[in-house]
């Protein structure tokens, strides 16, 4: 039986409520009325504190994803650029993934690293490794990575990952450093859990890949993560071991993407009803070409123009989770996603181990493959030419802003007194030390002008003094 506040997989992530809402917003999906009220209820109201927006319910978000009338599917953009306008301004936070080791006992049949793909070859970083792929980053400007390792408990335990958690914050090079490692590991136990928060991590991210049972059980033929509900129980166990910022997502096209609407919502309202506390982030990966994959084997790819309206329905539905777009989508699409939602990408990345630091491309570990091949300067310059602010801020987190502080604070539209110039100070740090010529010029214009919407005087001028002080290799290191 359904029920949100349930520990069982099987209840919180019930088959027969996805089915029942999946019928209702097929019988709803051309009523028009019932759309309209949706939208207003989903759209942000101004408060005495600054803003409030009250999301949707799993069923009335997908009334929302199976109406194709276009009129009311601009609506839904403008709506969700409203949201992201309203909650996360116009900051871009950036990040890159960091692939720690390919070793692998799961049999995925989606992703190259499965146990039975017997060419790829098999690589696990050496602490030596970590550090030179870390500075590499770092000579980037990247301050925030999201590492990433197969499941595999002799090649890649966690005292491991825990080793290289410890070595990648440890390296210093030059003016660079990584404040915030979140973490994309197998589920695990909360003892490890324990582990992993005690190690300093920012967000723990977990794709659930399909809250389909059945397709689920199948595409993991083999291997630990074939469990479905010990993987989709994975949140609430790391949030027992008292990690507060969890990241769900999907990767798109492996089954129906209606039913991965539902269940990544009530996955959602799941973890506020238990924890008090939502996703950190949300994730929309979707399958791609790799080696031993083909995507065009999965019957559930959809069109770019289906993921962008996906990815308007979850801004709309979880109005305070940051979202995160990877190097998998290219130029274009992430463009129009990025208008739409979602408040993170990547750039720069490899998904190979060792990627960083090798110079041809394609690697042969490589997890699949990118589309956006850019480099960090390039990603930077065109985001801001593209009206963003791109952010390397991590001030949330080492405040200790997460979870629940984190979610009250965005929840009533308070993050965007410290997150503007927090934004604009670290951004130029990164033209200071990092940035192209032409990024260094574009981006100083940009933040003279974003000085000036900062509305409270006395934040600005502190944000002004800040930036004079990095411009003169005075750095304070301060933050809102
Ligand atoms: N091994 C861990 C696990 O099982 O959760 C974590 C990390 S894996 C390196 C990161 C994610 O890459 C997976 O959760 C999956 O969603 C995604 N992935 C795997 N194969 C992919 C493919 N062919 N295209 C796009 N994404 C893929």
Same mark, same amino acid.
């Given at each position: ?259 991965? #609407? ?35 084997? #999965? ?7 289906? #993921? ?59 997890? #699949? ?112």
């Amino acid at each position: 039986m359904y029920n949100p506040k349930s520990l069982k997989a099987d209840e919180f992530i019930n088959d027969e409520e996805i089915r029942a809402t999946l019928a209702y917003a097929e019988e709803n999906k051309n009523n028009v009325e019932l759309i309209e009220q949706i939208l207003e209820k989903a759209r942000p109201k101004k408060t005495d504190s600054g803003c409030h927006c009250e999301g949707l319910t799993h069923r009335e978000a997908s009334v929302l994803l199976a109406c194709e009338i276009p009129e009311m599917v601009e609506k839904m953009y403008e709506v969700a650029e409203e949201i992201k306008l309203a909650f996360y301004g116009n900051r871009i936070v950036l990040f890159a993934p960091l692939y720690l080791s390919n070793y692998c006992v799961n049999g995925c049949l989606y992703c190259p690293y499965h146990t039975t793909n017997k060419h790829i070859p098999r690589k696990k970083l050496t602490q030596e490794e970590v550090r030179a792929e870390v500075i590499a980053l770092q000579d980037q400007g990247h301050k925030r990575l999201a590492i990433e390792a197969g499941e595999d408990p002799v090649n890649n335990p966690i005292e491991y990952i825990l080793e290289c958690i410890n070595t990648i914050y440890s390296v210093h090079h030059k003016n660079g450093d990584i404040r915030r490692v979140n973490v994309n590991i197998a589920a695990t136990t909360v003892e490890n859990y324990r582990k992993l928060k005690e190690a300093g991590i920012g967000t723990y991210i977990l794709f659930q890949e399909t809250y389909h049972k059945e397709s689920y059980e199948r595409l993991h033929p083999t291997g630990p993560k074939h469990n479905y509900a010990y993987h989709t129980e994975a949140m609430d166990r790391a949030m027992e071991g008292g990690i507060d910022d969890v990241g769900l997502g999907v990767l798109f096209g492996l089954e129906m993407y209606k039913y991965e #609407f539902a269940g990544l919502i009530m996955h959602a309202e799941h973890l506020e009803a238990v924890h008090g506390v939502g996703p950190h982030t949300i994730s929309v990966p979707r399958v791609k070409r790799a080696d031993d994959i083909d995507p065009d084997t #999965f019957d559930n790819s959809i069109p770019d123009e289906t #993921f962008e309206k996906i990815a308007a329905c979850i801004r709309i539905a979880v109005p305070y989770t940051g979202m995160i777009v990877s190097t998998r989508e290219n130029e274009a699409v992430r463009s129009k996603m990025l208008k739409i939602g979602i408040s993170q990408v990547s750039g720069g990345s490899r998904t190979s181990v060792g990627g960083y630091t090798e110079k041809e491309r394609p690697h042969d570990t490589e997890q #699949f493959d990118v589309s956006d091949e850019r480099s960090l300067d390039e990603v930077v310059r065109w985001l801001m030419e593209e009206g963003h602010i791109p952010s390397f801020c991590t001030a949330c987190y080492r405040a200790g802003r997460t979870g629940d502080r984190f979610m009250s604070l965005c929840k009533n539209g308070q993050i965007l007194n410290c997150c503007h110039p927090n934004a604009l100070m670290t951004l130029s740090e990164y033209l200071e030390d990092y940035a192209s010529s032409e990024t260094k010029e574009l981006g100083y214009k940009i933040i003279e002008k974003e000085l000036n919407r900062i509305p409270t005087e006395k934040v600005r001028k502190i944000a002004e003094e800040n930036i004079v002080a990095i411009k003169n290799s005075n750095r304070r290191d301060f933050r809102f």
